[in-house]
């Protein structure tokens, strides 16, 4: 065993550091994270707020902030690009994507949607975003194949694939926001959920979890929102 | 010129880069942000949703997103710690400062303060992260000297003196909890304000600005909160 991700047994945030662990063939377990929460973490090497935390078992050592264990895994396991300005933009990426997050779930579910301010965010924000993402992803894809940075595929091909894949599965409402402001970065998407490690485990985890996203009150706010437009 | 720095004329999340570049004795110019929200950014090499941008000249490039822009000149002008494990780790620090610019202006200002959320925040959120900022910077600092990572200075003490070094001038009021709860690191934050190239420029900044932090509405709200508390 390389590693145990200390996440809840949702997409959300888990299927970052989890669809990188699949691309590595890393052998990963997972654990309930609410013994480490704030407080709790002081006693580990690397405390901090909230999950998800990575384990590194060989190091004995954690670490948490999404982007963060994505950069660690990229640099361990061969996953980042190797210019430095493309690798700084690898995180930017990753760094955007945890915006996306935060924002769909209005902070972490800190206030529920109105109907006015989920339009403003479907409508202008998520467009903006993607229209961005696109934008970046561009200079690596050409119609059929590629990655964000060329022939290699890296944490910002799974990073996007972690943020939109799971959207389009668990909110397909918004496939189509997708495909309208973002048609390469939607057919990359796809690309990266036929890789085999990951689509196996995305089968089993869809099977099991079905249309769950990040659960809790503002998932229904979500789906209430997307339900009444 | 080595870079152009699209922020707004306040210490809040500029003071990042900009201690982080006048640390490496880098030159850099400032210009206005605004140039560069969103829509606009989408023609530029390196868009993004706002700023901090940071402009390479010799590369043509820009990129946003604070902690991406500090990996960059982190890497780029040898401020990273070398080990793998200490690396991920400085980006957790800068994302875990980055989290609390997020947090004291209540995601940039999307809502106000209420002086019950305040408490809770001074009280709880506030001392939770300084007691993980203590926690981890104690493997490197002794008692007098010394940084996160031992004897080299990195990206992780510039992040910590941009949040820690700017709250103690614009927040004094602060300046007890950071002493309270993170004696160590605040040691650590004089220390770096007074390495040369970062006193001139606090001094000029702060003859200028005075105790102007973020501005906005959302600057009187904190302010209000901590007169009325």
Redesign the interface.
């Known amino acids: 065993m390389d590693y145990r991700l200390f996440y809840w047994d949702v997409p959300f945030r888990g299927n970052f550091p989890r669809l990188l662990m699949l691309e590595a063939a890393l052998d990963f377990e997972e654990s309930d994270p609410t013994i480490l929460y704030?407080?709790k973490?002081?006693q580990i090497d690397?405390?901090?707020?909230a999950p998800p935390y990575l384990y590194?078992i060989a190091?004995r050592?954690y670490?948490?902030?999404m982007?963060?264990?994505m950069?660690?895994l990229g640099?361990?396991h061969h996953l980042m690009p190797k210019d430095?300005?493309d690798?700084?933009?690898a995180?930017?990426i990753t760094?955007?994507c945890n915006?996306v997050l935060?924002e769909i779930t209005r902070?972490n579910g800190?206030?529920m949607w109105t109907k006015k301010e989920w339009k403003e965010f479907r409508y202008e924000r998520f467009s903006?975003?993607l229209?961005?993402f696109e934008?970046?992803s561009t200079n690596g894809i050409d119609k059929s194949s590629g990655y964000t940075f060329g022939g290699k595929i890296t944490v910002a091909d799974i990073a996007l694939t972690a943020l939109l894949g799971t959207i389009k599965h668990c909110l397909p409402e918004l496939s189509e926001d997708i495909k309208e402001h973002a048609p390469k970065v939607s057919k990359l998407v796809e690309r990266i959920e036929k890789r085999e490690r990951i689509k196996q485990y995305l089968k089993k985890q869809r099977k099991k979890s079905g249309l769950v996203y990040c659960s809790g009150r503002i998932e229904s706010s979500i789906r209430e929102m997307i339900a009444t437009q």
């Open positions: 704030t407080q973490s002081l690397g405390p901090g707020m590194d190091l050592k670490l948490n902030q982007p963060a264990i950069m660690y640099h361990k430095e300005y690798k700084a933009l995180y930017k760094l955007d915006d935060m902070y800190s206030k903006n975003w229209q961005i934008s970046i």
